[in-house]
T-cell receptor, first 113, second 113 residues
Framework: DAMVIQNPRYQVTQFGKPVTLSCSQT?????MYWYQQKSSQAPKLLFH???????NEADTPDNFQSRRPNTSFCFLDIRSPGLGDAAMYLC????????????FGPGTRLTVL | GDSVTQMEGPVTLSEEAFLTINCTYT??????LFWYVQYPGEGLQLLLK?????DKGSNKGFEATYRKETTSFHLEKGSVQVSDSAVYFC????????????FGKGMKLTVNP
C-alpha cells in the first residue's frame, strides 16, 4: 500500500545532542510537511517542501532544519534539542496545493533527557 | 485569519451512546473541511471530509455536514464503540489548497464498555 513512513517511531536523545528524524513516502506527492505535536495539543506546522522549494513557518525556531534530497524522503534535523522539544513529530504529504487532503505518517515520539 | 473552534472535552461515553462533537470555523470563501482521528500513540488519519456547502462526509458510521450558513461541521455517530476511543480534530484547508491546514484543539473521546 502507498503510504507515509516515519523512522524511528521512538527516539531518545540527550539535551543538546543533534538528532535526525526521517520520513519517506510512496505516494509520489509533491508536498511534504513536518508538524510538531505536544501532548494534548493540535499539530503545529514547522515547515513544508513543495518539490525542492522550502517554506519555513515564521515562528519555527532556527534549531529546526529540514532536508529533502529527493521526492521520496524528507528529514527533520534538530541541531540542539532542548527539553521543550520533546514531542510527537508528524510527517505529512499532499499531492499538490490544489489537492486539499494531507496524508499523515504514524509519527516519531521524541524524548529529550 | 482562519480558525477552527471545536469542543475540547475530554468526553467519556458508554458503548452505543450517541456522539456529537461540535466544530465551527472562520474562513474566507469556501474552505475544505475535515475530521481527523488520532488513536493512542499513532499519527492522524483522515476520517471524513467535505469540500463544498451541504456536502456530507461519512466513514465508519461517522457523519458530518458542511453548513455554510452556520459555518459548522459537526461530527456525529449514532452508536459509538470502544474502538472509537481516540482524539478527534476538526480542520480546514483554506480555499485554493492545503498549504496550511488549520486544526482545532482536538477532543479526547473515551468509550467504556
Amino acid at each position: 500500500d502507498a503510504m507515509v513512513i516515519q523512522n524511528p517511531r521512538y527516539q531518545v536523545t540527550q539535551f543538546g545532542k543533534p538528532v535526525t528524524l526521517s520520513c519517506s513516502q510512496t505516494l509520489n506527492h509533491n508536498v511534504m510537511y513536518w508538524y510538531q505535536q505536544k501532548s494534548s495539543q493540535a499539530p503545529k506546522l514547522l515547515f513544508h517542501y513543495y518539490d525542492k522549494d522550502f517554506n519555513n513557518e515564521a515562528d519555527t525556531p532556527d534549531n529546526f532544519q529540514s532536508r529533502r534530497p529527493n521526492t521520496s524522503f524528507c528529514f527533520l534535523d534538530i541541531r540542539s534539542p532542548g527539553l521543550g522539544d520533546a514531542a510527537m513529530y508528524l510527517c505529512a504529504t499532499s499531492r499538490d496545493f490544489r489537492d486539499d487532503e494531507q496524508f499523515f505518517g504514524p509519527g516519531t515520539r521524541l524524548t529529550v533527557l | 485569519g482562519d480558525s477552527v473552534t471545536q469542543m475540547e472535552g475530554p468526553v467519556t461515553l458508554s458503548e452505543e451512546a450517541f456522539l456529537t462533537i461540535n466544530c465551527t470555523y472562520t474562513a474566507t470563501g469556501y474552505p475544505s473541511l475535515f475530521w481527523y482521528v488520532q488513536y493512542p500513540g499513532e499519527g492522524l488519519q483522515l476520517l471524513l471530509k467535505a469540500t463544498k456547502a451541504d456536502d456530507k462526509g461519512s466513514n465508519k458510521g461517522f457523519e458530518a455536514t458542511y453548513r455554510k450558513e452556520t459555518t459548522s461541521f459537526h461530527l456525529e455517530k449514532g452508536s459509538v464503540q470502544v474502538s472509537d476511543s481516540a482524539v478527534y480534530f476538526c480542520a480546514l484547508a483554506p480555499q485554493g489548497g492545503s498549504e496550511k491546514l488549520v486544526f482545532g484543539k482536538g477532543m479526547k473521546l473515551t468509550v467504556n464498555p
